[in-house]
């Protein structure tokens, strides 16, 4: 076309692109201009152009009329696809429903009577109606530490004594309390601010302003007072921010202060190296029972269980799983004990074996240290079903004995 051939010429004269014409033009000298992909398909080539083919034109007519059946073939898929998660979705809330009642009405009046009954613990496997959760952990919990609301009350008031001494000058007559000094406290409580508005961060609720940031501040602050021999350990955060999403504030101190005072969580949060080893010891032998091949797979590398496990039981899972697929593993935590946190972490390795068994040392680590967002309750608790927690007839509790010997 004209436009075309004093465009050329521009560019050989300045060395410079020319502005093409006005689109008017190129409609004008084209006399044609496909509307969408279907058309350059099915619509005849312009007059200035060869004619298509019959040949040609059947093609063309095949290859429309097979897009157009996979793009049905895709929206039928995708239509069942939402039917079914909508199905499985309606069902689920039945099924809560229903469990609701039965928790409600006949579980929690008879809890002594029928906690360890073969009915109420296949219930509990299913995982709790979220309206009972709290309720129900608190129960399986206990509180043999016998604190009470007044009690929680008595170490919040201390703790925000705390908070506004060290918002002041500090004198030198600082002395020592209960074995932890003045700057121990405040770097702890202050440690406590900073891991707050890192807990469960795209939800906002914990972050300053935020409707739970006080209440998490005020258990964890509540807690360092109550337990100076311990403080605050990053992960705590996360345990007690899915407590109060579950409970009330002096309800969701008495389940922390008493969660944290089992013997694999206390081991872990006071760094007892010797009482951690030996829960290492002890769940590599039922990796090694479970899944030999990624077992010897991780130990071609030296990949030690610390390497992941510890993010994993800091947290009890809160970190590491979308929060309410950890809060199913804390249901059958609170009904089965230390043993079920590292029976979730053999079925997590289970889930992903054939993953991580193609994979170096960084790799394994960077993944089990981030797990994929897409892990679903189904598939988890079907491989942590299929994990046997017993060697040589030797259940968890009698191999962990052993390995206090050893250690």
């Not at 932890?180 to 961060?201: G, N, Q, W």
């Not at 872990?268 to 030999?292: C, G, I, Q, W």
């Not at 590398?301 to 590491?320: A, E, G, Q, R, V």
Request: aromatic residues 12%; hydrophobic residues 40%.
């Amino acid at each position: 076309p004209d436009w075309y051939k004093s465009f050329k010429a521009g560019v050989s004269r300045t060395g410079r692109t020319c502005k093409p014409p006005p689109q008017s033009t190129r409609r004008k000298n084209f006399e044609f201009e496909p509307l969408s992909t279907t058309a350059l398909i099915l619509e005849d080539r312009p007059s200035n152009l060869p004619a298509k083919s019959t040949e040609e034109a059947l093609r063309h007519r095949q290859e429309y009329d097979e897009m157009v059946a996979e793009a049905k073939k895709r929206e039928i898929k995708e239509a069942h696809k939402r039917k079914r998660i909508m199905k499985e979705r309606f069902k689920q809330e039945e099924n809560i429903a229903s469990a609701m009642v039965i928790w409600i009405n006949e579980i929690l009046p008879n809890w002594e009577g029928m906690r360890t009954t073969r009915r109420v613990r296949e219930l509990w496997w299913q995982g709790l109606p979220p309206s009972v959760r709290g309720k129900v952990w608190s129960l399986a919990i206990g509180n043999e530490l016998n604190i009470t609301h007044e009690l929680y009350e008595i170490f919040l008031s201390r703790a925000k004594e705390r908070w506004r001494s060290f918002s002041e000058p500090h004198s030198e007559n600082d002395i020592e309390d209960a074995g932890v000094s003045v700057a121990d406290r405040e770097a702890s409580l202050e440690l406590i601010k900073l891991d707050i508005s890192r807990t469960f961060p795209s939800f906002y609720i914990f972050q300053k302003g935020g409707p739970y940031h006080d209440l998490l501040h005020s258990v964890l602050g509540a807690y360092t007072c109550y337990r100076p021999d311990v403080g605050y350990v990053q992960g705590m955060s996360f345990i007690a921010a899915v407590l109060i999403l579950n409970l009330e504030e002096a309800d969701a101190f008495i389940a922390f202060a008493n969660l944290l005072n089992k013997p694999c969580q206390l081991a872990f949060f006071r760094v007892d190296h010797s009482m951690m080893l030996k829960y290492f010891a002890t769940f590599e032998v039922f990796f090694e029972e479970n899944l030999p091949k990624l077992f010897l797979h991780f130990k071609s590398y030296s990949l030690t269980p610390d390497i992941y496990l510890i993010d994993w039981i800091f947290t009890l899972y809160s970190k590491s799983l979308p929060l309410d697929l950890a809060c199913r593993v804390w249901d059958v935590f609170c009904r089965d004990g230390e043993e079920f946190l590292f029976r979730t972490g053999l079925g997590i390795l289970r889930l992903y074996e054939d993953v991580l068994l193609q994979m170096d040392f960084i790799h394994i680590a960077q993944f089990l240290t981030k797990l994929p967002e897409d892990i679903t309750s189904e598939k988890l608790f079907s491989c942590i079903a299929a994990i046997q927690m017993q060697n040589s007839n030797k259940k968890w509790a009698q191999v962990s004995e052993n390995n206090v010997v050893k250690c």
